[in-house]
């Protein structure tokens, strides 16, 4: 044997006086001889053993290398020459370096390759001989670099790989120079390397070595982790895998057996049997097999009952498993749990199981399926389970000797667990055996293949065999301690000592002051010169700050800096902080959100983008949730969570996902608040993020869902979740009407919650009644007709059976009541039934449309011609035979396939105008196929579908028969609508006309009341003639089906947008049409109406006195017998003789004249009319006067000639003399048919108004009141009973008033006619022309307050004014407008597509718009500055046409097709206009809502003018320049030109027309309101004047509205919030302080109650308020504190102070989380505030007994919580009672008195006999000396007294109590700051007295109390 030392000399490395050299130095090689049977030794000089005894120095180091020719050290060396794995070079580059560098004799090693490289030759033992004489060299000095090399081989084991490493950091980047401290620090490590000592051990020596070399902290880590990357300590199996080898050895398993056995252990778990049911199969079959069972037949058994069916899945899932070569501990737990079963028997169930198999007969297959069956039965086992349990005996069985080793491995496992080995370790230890046999391996795959395939394969009596060795191989396998002793070895090396050296320097920077973040800064740069990647220092650094006590936040900010300080990727460093922190989250929930925040702000400070951070988040929520949470902990860290992501960007979808785990969790809870918190959590953070309300609620119910909530819980959960999310009204609206839908949940319920809700989350009481009056608004419009045609096509096509019951719920949710859909179907088969077409149907109601809102007729005039119409047609006109056709019809309760096609078809005919739609495809077809088309063929088309489609007359008699049925019936015209829509829209999609009428007819039998009573009814009501009501409500039919197809949010914001206005201003015509819908409703009490009637007055600034006396000159009009026709004259006669500059004198003197040479009677005119007069009820006929008089006023030039009027004009306009005046007027009346004595009656009527003593504007009034209501459908007859009743009683002074100037007149024998008569006769109808209201300050809040309200922007309002200027310059008239767009409306209702339509008409028009016309139109809108009132009437009658309908436009349409043709230049314009709408940049939505807001203003009493005041006001106030927009709108509009009108451009047309038609429909939805929620809604769109608080109206009208669902506790929160947030309170407080009020948990006091009344009812500025509500909070806040320290800490309290603060806090421990915490944070105070006491004074009795008791509720607080109790103040006092006892016990007991400790039983009964027992203790000699006495210590305690058994004892009572409340979980819960500060010392102390000590740097201790954040 040859060997070499090699020596380190430190001195030599070290003296000063020396140069730096650092010598080894060799001793000459030895040998020694083999001899047999003997030991080698190795002789060695002492001399140079160093240091002989504990004081001498060491100043050498020693390193003997074998290097004997078949030694380890060249094995090593040719090891390292051959090269690493793949090719690589391993250490070859390294060694060539180092030995290549000049060591003589060294030549011959080196070769050359076949490419001309180096390479080293194989040494022969000749060669070897020579290296040793090389290296030892001559003068006793080694080479360096030789011993390099020796070193690198030695410390590596000959590893290339690692040898590289070593000399690379020996040589410093190959560099010249070896670094000496490197090698010293190998010399001193390489033998405990080889010697196997763990990774500490070596690293120490290493530590030590380096540190004697002189270089500083930071350099020694630096290099020691060098050194353990080099030797593989960390990462590298090179020494694990060598220990794992010895511990299966020693453990008597081989690495591939242990490797087959975990396979099967994977197998087994994937099967998915729990392990107590595997243990059951396999008990099973051992019993059978003591019992004598053969293999056979319990095999056979089994076969028969176990279930193949799911073996896809197995099969699927074992594979997987497979797939992935190393063992969770997922699969290790399962597989001990199922061994500890099975070797126990401890499970449940298994002794009935095995009772049934001792009494079961067991001996015929027949016998034991039975049994076997009966087991099952019994629940103990399912087929599945056994199915599955009985897969890893197959799985045994196939593995070979699968059964012991399995065993074996088990009981490795078992043993490694019981020696202390973490799960986590033992998993890591068996994948790392595991891994030493390749997976590759051919033996492993083919192991793999036939676990596989085993599944789904039957028993074979050797699988039963096979469990007997298995359970044997349990219990006689025996694991040696040293087995386990080295796996923990291998693990310990596996984890490495990096982790150890890095906390070395850490507590070495900590301890010389530094900083964390220098600590932090020091440990990177340390780490990065290892080379270590950037997970590795991150990991290195968390476990290192850990040790350290470095907070979580501490150690996130500083991984996530050392991270991307190393160049880690922000991917990188958010999967570093998740795997770090996941474990501790799962660990301590209650630090998980503290944990996530923490994680947030350091991937934030390290630059991650919000996906990062968001998926971390989501990740670390997963992490902390499990089956220990608490509700409080769950809330904690979801909110923390949520809250992050949203603020860090995360989309809705990644805050849906995440918290969809939480709401998980919380539905294995079962605590529904916290699912409501959470849910309300989920819903703010995602629509922080952005997310639609519909998006949110989808979210939020798949979550709840999948939670495992119920459907009453989820609507729950979703309603109070958006009511507090902050959301919109609107969207709370919807949730409420969804959640309603889905649970049957009452509206009051629903509202109740949303206010809750929406109090406790700080939003106004604005805010709540807004969302209330959008879901009253949502209630009324009902849902959608889609979407309940939706739901019945869904249970059509799901196969159930379709019920009475399932078809009323689905129209139930949709709004719409049995009653109404009866009515409605009646309805329809009365359509179906009356034989005319319903394209006929749909004309005739056209017709009355256009007459009605065309050409202004009322509904009375429209009545009498259609009635004259149907007289026209005779005694045949069929009305007879369509009634009892009918009538038949209705009596019968089924419904036909006619009845559903005749209402699909009536639906859309309405659309078309009543053009046939197969007409309109025709002409559709030929104009896209024919090529020619051109503007004749369009003008064909246009006439045919628009003005030939005029009703006839027997539809017209057949749809007033419809009309009686539809009045008689009383139905919602919009019920009739939606089913209509219902049925088409199902058809539409498929459903065919036999099912649709199967569901109808169902719904049809859901009605309440007789078929054949109601059909008796409609007999007696058909017989009459048509009334105004059957008018109206027939064509609100018509209105309807178009509002169908308006969205519901749209037509919700029109009708907020109406009330608005109306809720400022009103016209009488506006304010008047609820009445007239009351009056004209069936079976109506007029009488009953009066009080709606004085109200419209009053509304209108009238009073009963103008009524009185305005239907008293409507009862003289009558007198008069004055026709309309002869009072257009008379007033178009005074109203030109006034316009032409004439006075009023000169007009009376001619009237007068004309009357005199007449000859007319004045006298006996007066007698007539006077006679008249009287104070007998009002008539029909009188009140029916109103609109005579109204249309003669309104239309008084409409009924007189042309000629009559221009020679009038033209005699007046050149100037006539007093004779020409009186020749000319004679004239005219000639001309017109009109008396003399005609004139005289409307002169005294004038005088008569004159002296009325009422000013014609309220008369004026009081007339547009009675012809609004009368125009509205009301019949004269209700309207004037109403009237009777209004003015009870009648006053004669009135009378006698108006009877004046006629008596005047019958005494003096004529009429003087005066200039008031004419004036006041001109005021009259100027004031019945003119709008209301004239105040232009007032008419713009009015203005904006609606825009606001509608939603539009004051950018929307400036292109809105855009497109009203471009049509009123464009040429197009309103009516051309109506018509083109009516036409594309027809088109497509017919089902041509918008881009067909587009072509039609590009085909056309001749020619496309030129650029000049263009520039053209530009230049005059130019021109057109500002907003007039022409821009206003224009867009007015646009709307008007529109909604007229082309039936009204008579021969108007004659612009359009001039004799016959189509105007191209007209249409070109129209054209241009909806290529305008797509220019302008506004929405359809936006541009309608504009156009209505406009219109409903004029509704409302303001003048054209005015409204273009408001909108020119708004364009100016928008910062948007009209000409801008007018230039971007050319630029559009030319660069549209060549390609014409597009299917885009129609789509947006035929939308803006819809919206339109929204006005009429949101009006008459609005009739569904209750008055009381329209009063709410009024209260919530009025204006209000900025900064104002709630107005008391709004609280008044939401009592009024909500009745019972807003109890005295809400409105009283809104006040005070709405206090609150005019003072400038925050959200926070505003939030926090609602929650206190609202009181939902109980435990607030009476008394802050009325401290916050009395704060908001004194008198003082909103600050002082808010500050005396804050001082209130804050006291009840504190009130248990309080009530605490009152009683216990600053006086000696009765029994009944005690009772009383034992109520208190047991009233609070019974209310929610918030009291229960107040309680606890209460009694944490006081314990800290008795413990100082403690400190400082000597206890008295009264101290001890108030310190015990409050320790005493502590641990009675505790346990209450634990055991979930509800206690009263008694049940707390006696809990208390029973604690203090035992608390006296203890301190007895360490006093050494236990002979007083029975004393307990007698004095511890009562409260008071405590106290007695107490005071005696102290008093007596004996026993207050032993209480008294004096503790020894180790420890100076300076100044520090009462160091007694007592104090000691009490100060671990007071502690151990504290401890119990976990005050570390309740300081997150402080909210409110500033209040009590004391100081507390920080106490290190131990259990034995002696070694307590208190620290003196802490006697001045940190605040306590209430101080915290």
Known sequence: MVMIELVYCKITGKTRSLPKVHHFIPLAPWTCNKIKGKRRVMKIDGTNDGPSSKFEKKEHIKLVLDMSNDGPMFKMLESMLSGGKNGEKGAYNALAKLLQSGIPGLENLFGQGPDGTLKFNKMSDEDKKRFIAAVTGSGGKIDSKAAAALIAAAASGGDPEIANKIIEKMMSGLGDEIDPAMMSALMATTALVAQGASNEEVLAAMQRELAASGLSEEEILAKTLLLQKAMAGDNSPAFINKTLRNALNVANLSPEELAQALY?????????????????????????????????????????????????????????????????????????????????????????????????NTDTLEGLEACINEIIESGALSTDAISQSLILQKAMAVAGNGAETLASSLLLQKAMIEGGVGVNDVANAMSLSMSLIPSDDEKIKELKSKLALCIGKGLDPSDIDVIMIFKEALEKGEIPKEAVNLMRKAMKQRRGSVDNVAETLMASLAASGQSQESIAKAMVKALQATGATPVEIAKTMQQAMTKTGASHEEIAKAMA???????????????????????????????????????????????????????????????????????????????????????????????????????????????????????????????????????????????????????????????????????????????MQKAMEMSGMSEEEAQKYVIEAMIESGASAEDIAQTIVAQNLMSAIGVAPEDTAKKLLSDLRSGKDITKDSVEKVFTDAGIEPDSIAKVLMFQKALAACGADPEDIAKAILLQKAWLNGYGNNPENIANSLECIIADLGANNGMAETMSVILNRLVSDDMNVDDVMKAIMFDKALDTNGASVNNIKDIANKSIKNKSFDHTDLSKAIQELLFNSGAKADAISKTAVLQKILTSLGVSPDDIAKVFNIQKTMYEAGATPQDISMIMELALGNSNFSLEDMVNNLKNMLERKLIPADIINIIEVAEAFQGTKIPAELISKIMLMQKAIESDISSPEQSSADLANKLKKQNVNPESLASDLQVLLQKNGLSTDSLEKSVLLQKLLLASGLDSHALGVLLTLQNKLVESGMAPEKITQALTEVLKQSGVNSKEIAQLLNSALDLNKIKDDDVKMSS??????????????????????????????????????????????????????????????????????????????????????????????????????????????????????????????????????????????????????????????????????????????????????????????????????????????????????????????????????????????????????????????????????????????????????????????????????????????????????????????????????????????????????????????????????????????????????AKRILRKVNPEAMKLMEATVKQRAPGVATDSNLLEAMKGALGNVLDQSALQAMEVSAAMAAAGA????????????????????????????????????????????????????????????????????????????????????????????????????????????????????????????????????????????????????????????????????????????????????????????????????????????????????????????????????????????????????????????????????????????????????????????
């Open 1188 to 1561: 005579v008089l109204y249309d003669a006023i309104t239309n008084a030039a409409g009924s007189i000639s042309n000629e009559g009027i221009a020679m009038l004009a033209e005699q007046l306009k050149n100037g006539v003399t007093q004779g020409d005046l009186v020749n000319l007027m004679k004239k005219f009346l000639d001309s017109e048919n009109v008396k003399p004595e005609s004139l005289a009656k409307m002169l005294m009527f004038q005088k008569a108004m004159a002296s009325a003593d009422c000013t014609p504007e309220d008369l004026a009034k009081v007339l547009r009141i009675q012809n609004a209501i009368l125009r509205n459908g009301a019949s004269a007859e209700n309207l004037c009973k109403t009237i009777n009743e209004v003015l009870k009683p009648r006053k004669k002074q009135f009378l006698d008033k108006l009877k004046q100037p006629l008596q005047e007149i019958i005494a003096d024998g004529i009429m003087k006619i005066n200039a008031s008569d004419i004036t006041n006769a001109q005021l009259y109808q100027k004031a019945m022309n003119s709008s209301t209201y004239t105040d232009d300050s007032k008419l713009k809040e009015v203005f904006e307050n609606a825009m606001k309200v509608a939603g539009l922007s004051k950018e929307a309002i400036a292109k809105a004014l855009l497109v009203q200027k471009t049509l009123a310059a464009s040429g197009v008239t309103p009516e051309i407008m109506a018509q083109a767009v009516m036409f594309q409306k027809a088109l497509a209702a017919s089902g041509i597509s918008p881009d067909e339509i587009a072509e039609i008409f590009n085909k056309a028009v001749s020619k496309n718009m030129t650029e000049e016309s263009i520039s053209s139109l530009i230049a005059s809108i130019m021109e057109r500055k500002g907003c007039t009132k022409e821009d206003i009437e224009k867009m007015i009658a646009l709307q008007k046409s529109l909604n007229s309908g082309v039936l009204a436009m008579g021969e108007k349409y004659g612009d359009l097709l001039n004799s016959g043709q189509v105007d191209c230049n007209l249409l070109q314009k129209a054209i241009l206009m909806q290529k305008i709408l797509s220019a302008a940049g506004i929405s359809p939505e936006d541009l309608g809502k504009a156009f209505l807001l406009q219109n409903a203003m004029i509704e409302a009493g303001a003048s054209p003018d005015h409204v273009a005041s408001c909108m020119q006001r708004t364009l100016l106030e928008s910062g948007m320049s009209l000409e801008h927009l007018i230039t971007l709108m050319e630029i559009e509009l030319k660069g549209a030109l060549a390609k014409g009108l597009q299917g885009k451009d129609i789509i947006r047309t035929l939308q803006f027309e819809k919206i339109l038609g929204a006005s009429s429909c």
């Open 561 to 735: 800096a050392a991270m991307a300080a190393s160049g880690a990727s922000a991917e990188d460093i958010a999967a570093a902080l998740k795997e770090t922190f996941e474990k501790a989250m799962a660990a301590d929930p209650a630090a998980a959100a503290d944990i996530a925040r923490t994680m947030a702000c350091a991937l934030a400070a390290a630059g991650a983008s919000a996906e990062d951070i968001a998926r971390t988040m989501q990740q670390a929520l997963a992490a902390s949730l499990g089956a220990d949470n608490s509700p409080e902990d769950l809330l904690d860290i979801a909110q923390t969570v949520a809250r992050a992501m949203a603020e860090a960007g995360a989309s809705p979808q990644e805050i849906n996902e995440a918290m969809k785990d939480a709401l998980k969790a919380a539905g294995k809870i079962d605590n529904p608040e916290l699912m409501s918190e959470l849910t309300k959590t989920m819903a703010k953070a995602m629509a922080e993020a952005g997310a639609s309300g519909e998006d949110i609620a989808k979210a939020m119910q798949e979550a709840l869902i999948a939670s495992g909530v119920g459907e009453e819980d989820i609507a729950e959960h979703m309603v109070k979740a958006m009511a507090g999310s902050g959301a919109s009204a609107e969207l709370i609206a919807k949730t």
């Open 1626 to 1909: 925050s959200k926070d407080e505003i939030e926090e302080m609602m929650q206190m009020i609202l009181n939902k948990g109980g435990g607030i006091s009476n008394e802050f109650i009325e401290s916050i009344k009395e704060a908001m009812s004194s008198g003082v500025n909103p600050f002082e308020k808010l500050n005396a509500l804050k001082a209130a909070m804050e006291e009840e806040m504190n009130s248990v504190t309080n009530a605490l320290r009152n009683t216990f800490i600053n006086r000696i309290p009765t029994q009944d102070e005690i009772k009383s603060t034992c109520n208190t806090l047991a009233e609070k421990l019974g209310a929610d989380a918030a009291a229960r915490i107040d309680v606890k944070l209460a009694l944490v105070d006081v314990l800290d505030e008795a413990l100082q006491d403690v400190l400082e004074y000597e206890p008295d009795a009264d101290m001890i007994f108030n310190y015990l008791m409050v320790s005493a509720l502590a641990s009675a607080t505790d346990y209450i919580e634990r055991n979930g109790i509800k206690p009263t103040g008694d049940d707390l006092q006696e809990l208390a009672r029973k604690e203090m006892i035992d608390m006296i016990e203890r301190l007895l007991l360490e006093a050494d008195l236990e002979d007083e400790i029975p004393k307990l039983e007698v004095y511890g009964k009562t409260i008071d006999g405590i106290k007695e027992l107490l005071a005696f203790l102290l008093k007596d000699a004996v026993t207050g000396r032993a209480l008294k006495r004096q503790v020894a210590f180790l420890f100076d305690f300076e100044d520090i007294e009462h160091t007694t058994v007592l104090g000691l004892t009490l100060q671990d009572i007071i502690k151990d109590a504290k401890h119990k409340l976990r005050p570390w979980e309740l300081e997150k819960k402080r909210k409110i700051r500033g209040l009590k500060k004391a100081l507390v010392p920080n106490l290190g102390y131990s259990q034995i007295y002696c070694y307590y000590r208190v620290l003196p740097e802490h006697l001045e201790g940190p605040p306590i109390g209430l101080a915290y954040e």
């Open 264 to 360: 099967v252990e994977k197998v087994m778990a994937a099967a998915g049997a729990s392990p107590e049911d595997i243990a059951k199969a396999l008990l099973i079959q051992t019993t059978l097999k003591k019992k004598g069972v053969s293999s056979e037949v319990i095999a056979a058994a089994f076969n028969n009952i176990i279930n193949k069916s799911n073996t896809g899945k197995l099969q699927k899932d074992v594979e997987n498993a497979l797939k992935n070569d190393s063992i969770s501990t997922d699969e290790i737990s399962k597989a001990l749990a199922m061994q500890k079963a099975f070797e126990t028997g401890k499970i449940r169930g298994l002794k009935e199981m095995q009772k049934l198999l001792e009494e079961g």
